[in-house]
């Protein structure tokens, strides 16, 4: 994949200035393309469509195009269709179908009855090709796949007729007639068109129109064993369903005089038109299906959702909202040359919206004990706390505390450097929402390792603050012991160290990031999430983002780390700020 200019810092950092624009605000060459002709009275009203291959779950370049398809429809009144492109049944599985409508509504989209199939067209479409053979532009080639590639020349020789190229019609209707029937084995013949080839355009140089292919396809059954082409059924499914914008990414560009060839050679009911966009590339990640099966496949990570994985069904197990995906699409918006986005402007739109949406919460994930010597055994007091600091609409909580607690491990140092304020031996830090508490003993197994610390509270600082204005310099996340749920939780990291991967011929999967799933088997967390559905997102306070997995079970909950709460796009933001200056 040719992947050009890296999009400059400053250049984003100015979409990211723009994204907040509301949507009906929102232009790029396409919109306007697409007022103007709503203007002039070129269409009556707009209808644009999504057409996927169902051979692989969308990936988060699918979720560009179809922002793109859909928003464009609402935002001008008109109507987008969900269509499968279902003309290759060797690679193509309901599993996907299935897979792909709920991704496509999760995103925030409908298609309400325009749910459409390639496949249901293919009668159709085989007029259609009869037509072409009739009007002497069509023929059946015996040549094989190879001879056909050789023959058809590169970009600076022409290419040489086929053989078979001036083949009576009448013998070009019987021998496709028979193709259909089945007479004939996989690859023995093809159909294509008659154009030119010594066409400095290669898609013109007779493309191929149907190809014998004896296998069942997922809703036709063993009903055809032809199956019409990528370019002879894209156009023609378009104008069947009277799609005024057919907008695709830009390897199509050089298909789009063949498109509109097919058109104005055949008595199709509309004609549709083509326009192309960049598409997208993200570092640290691949976004194409190929590749994606074969991490699968391969068993690089725990399948399709796997939280790693860039695909909708991926960040959505991740923990990513819909909104963050969808404000991430504006902000990127739409090119007409490619480039490569960073990652960590998608993070930045995940936690603008998590931010304001997520609840805190109190999570360990590196537990230590906590005695606290001078708290009455057996006494459990319920501290009140902000469910989150943005959303005051969100309320407290009660949070039991009692005399053992989890802290974070880290959260202590025995001998402190300078700048460490956490909890230390002799020093005073706050236990968010409770007391002022300080450690004074440390007790360690045989191996020297830390095992509780005992510690005293100040019964005066109750709430977490004190009525002689003491301060303290730290503030910690803490868990009641006899109250904790455990829970498993697993921290992702990008799925490949490397920024661009398989980029400078390097092997693809060289660059893949060994540490990018770390799992962490006991985790604490308080009691309040005991019966937190899968899919739901917290903020454990100053760890960062968690969303409920669905391995959890009733009696073992398993968290997914979405996002830190670091923000690694404000840095490099700032970055591009001070290399401009
Ligand atoms: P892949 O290369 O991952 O297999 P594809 O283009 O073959 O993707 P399709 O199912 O044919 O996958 O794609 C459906 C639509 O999504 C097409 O219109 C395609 O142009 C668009 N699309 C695919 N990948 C991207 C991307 N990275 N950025 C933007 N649009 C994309
Ligand atoms: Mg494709």
């Given at each position: ?11 984003m950092?100015?979409?990211?200035d ?54 464009i ?9 969900l269509?499968?492109?279902d ?5 193509e ?9 709920k ?19 293919f ?55 028979r ?11 093809v ?5 030119d ?35 002879f ?46 598409r ?30 860039p ?8 923990g ?17 040359s ?61 949070v039991p ?8 491990r ?68 803490w ?5 904790a ?36 088997p ?10 937190i559905?899968?899919?739901e ?45």
């Open positions: 994949m040719p992947l050009s200019t890296r999009m400059s810092l400053c250049a950092f100015a979409l990211m723009n994204h907040t624009s509301s949507s009906s605000e929102r232009s790029d060459f396409i919109r306007d393309i697409v007022a103007a002709d709503l203007r002039d009275g070129r269409v009556d009203s707009v209808v644009t469509r999504f057409p996927p291959e169902p051979n692989g779950y969308l990936h988060i370049g699918h979720a560009k195009a179809i922002c793109l398809n859909f928003g429809a609402s935002e001008f009144g008109g109507r987008c269709h269509r499968f492109d003309t290759n049944p060797v690679k599985e309901q599993e996907y179908i299935d897979a792909i409508e991704d496509v509504r999760w995103l925030g989209f409908d298609w309400g009855e325009h749910l459409h199939f390639t496949s249901d067209y009668e159709q479409l085989y007029e259609w090709a009869v037509h072409l053979i009739s009007e002497g532009k069509a023929y059946v080639d015996d040549l094989s796949a190879e001879e056909i590639r050789e023959y058809r020349g590169t970009l600076t020789e022409p290419g040489k007729a086929s053989p078979w190229r001036d083949r009576p019609a009448q013998e070009n209707l019987d021998l496709f007639k193709m259909r029937a089945g007479e004939f084995p996989n690859g023995s013949r159909l294509r068109a008659r154009i080839m010594a066409s400095g355009n290669i898609n013109f140089r007779d493309p191929v129109l149907y190809r014998i292919l004896h296998a069942a396809h997922p809703r036709t059954g063993d009903a055809w064993c032809i199956y019409p082409s990528y370019d059924a894209h156009g023609q499914s378009d104008a069947i369903e009277g799609i005024t914008h057919s907008i695709c990414t830009l390897e199509f560009q050089d298909h789009r005089p063949l498109y509109d060839w097919f058109i104005e050679n055949l008595p199709v009911p509309s004609t549709p038109h083509q326009y192309e966009f960049a997208l590339n993200i570092t640290h990640t691949v976004l194409s299906k190929r590749v994606l099966l074969r991490l699968v496949k391969e068993g690089h990570v725990r399948g399709w959702d796997d939280p790693r994985m695909t909708l069904s991926g960040i959505r197990r991740l990513f909202p819909a909104e963050g995906m969808r404000d991430f699409a504006a902000m990127i918006g739409i090119a007409r490619d480039s490569v986005v960073e990652i960590q402007m998608l993070e930045y739109a995940v936690r603008q919206v998590l931010n304001r949406t997520a609840q805190r919460r109190f999570g360990v994930l590196n537990p230590v004990k906590v005695v606290i010597e001078n708290y009455p055994e057996g006494q459990v007091e319920e501290m009140e706390t902000v469910n989150n600091p943005e959303d005051p609409s969100a309320g407290t909580r009660l505390f009692s005399r053992e607690l989890w802290i974070e880290d959260d202590f140092m025995e001998d402190p450097p300078k700048k460490f304020f956490r909890m230390a031996p002799g020093r005073e830090v706050r236990l968010r929402s409770a007391y002022f508490v300080t450690c004074n003993e440390v007790v360690k197994d045989a191996d020297g390792e830390v095992i509780e610390l005992r510690c005293t509270y100040d019964p005066e600082t109750r709430g977490g603050s004190s009525p002689d204005g003491r301060k303290v310099k730290a503030t910690l996340h868990v009641s012991a006899a109250h749920v455990p829970a498993e939780v697993r921290l992702y990291d990008h799925l490949f160290t490397d920024p661009n991967p398989g980029s400078d011929g390097r092997d693809l999967f060289e660059g893949l990031n060994p540490d990018s799933e770390t799992v962490l006991t985790c604490y967390v308080e009691p309040s999430l005991a019966d559905p899968a899919g997102t917290v903020q454990f306070e100053r760890l960062g983002y968690f969303c409920v997995d669905p391995d959890s079970t009733s009696d073992s909950l398993v968290f997914n780390r979405t996002l830190t709460l670091k923000d690694a796009w404000v840095k490099v933001q700032a970055q591009g700020k001070q290399n401009s200056a």
